[in-house]
């Protein structure tokens, strides 16, 4: 768990260095996958995994391999697709489903100026904040102890200005401010 308390700005240098997060040169397999090169010699892409999820946010991505897509549906955690894998390439030896949450891009509506919480709308665990702004448009803020990473908060965002990254858990606040410059990310 995280202790830190204050709000830390995100900025672009630090993702560019990778100190938070780590952009996907792959894509964003199911929860409780094992590492990319292993997951790829186990899967034998038998689609059992998309064929059990019951918020159908598992598709066939390339090569045949499953991966995640959050403008389908939010991950709940029910173990289906897991206990589905037949080969181990979803394994409960991975201690967490994954470790991810959302990266906000400048294309943010608040962050233009217009006011919108959509994202804190969808969010069951509560951890988007729009702290108030005297005079000013609140902006979310990401609390990353909150977060269990299922996504639920990238469709709903009218501007697809969310997506989800993988975060390091050793090096990251526990709340990211978005009002500094981000680096896009894509799923
Ligand atoms: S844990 Fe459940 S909801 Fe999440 S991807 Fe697997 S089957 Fe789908
Ligand atoms: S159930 Fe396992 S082996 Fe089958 S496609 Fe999904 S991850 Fe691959
Ligand atoms: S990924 Fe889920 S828990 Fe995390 S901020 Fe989005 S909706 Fe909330």
């Given at each position: 768990m995280w202790r830190w308390a204050l709000a830390t700005p995100l900025r672009r240098r630090d993702l560019l260095r990778g100190s938070l997060q780590t952009h996907h040169p792959t894509p964003q397999r199911p929860p409780?996958?094992?590492?990319e090169p292993l997951f790829l010699r186990l899967c034998?892409?038998?689609?059992r995994c998309l064929e059990v999820?019951?918020?159908?946010?598992l598709v066939r991505g390339e090569g045949g391999y499953p991966q995640v897509d959050y403008q389908q549906g939010a991950c709940d955690f029910c173990d289906k697709c897991r206990q589905a894998c037949r080969p181990g390439a979803?394994?409960?030896?991975?201690?967490?489903?994954w470790q991810r949450s959302p990266h906000i891009a400048q294309t943010c509506l608040p962050l233009r100026g217009v006011a919108c919480q959509s994202c804190r709308d969808a969010c069951e665990p509560m951890a988007i904040r729009f702290p108030p702004v005297l005079g000013g448009i609140a902006r979310p803020q990401v609390e990353r102890d909150r977060?269990?990473?299922?996504?639920?908060?990238?469709?709903?965002?009218p501007v697809a200005a969310l997506s989800m990254i993988t975060t390091r858990s050793d090096a990251q606040p526990s709340v990211t401010s978005l009002t500094d410059e981000v680096a896009p990310c894509t799923l």
């Open positions: 409780w996958a094992v590492e034998d892409r038998c689609d999820c019951p918020s159908r946010l979803l394994s409960m030896t991975q201690t967490q489903p977060c269990n990473g299922c996504g639920a908060c990238v469709a709903p965002c």
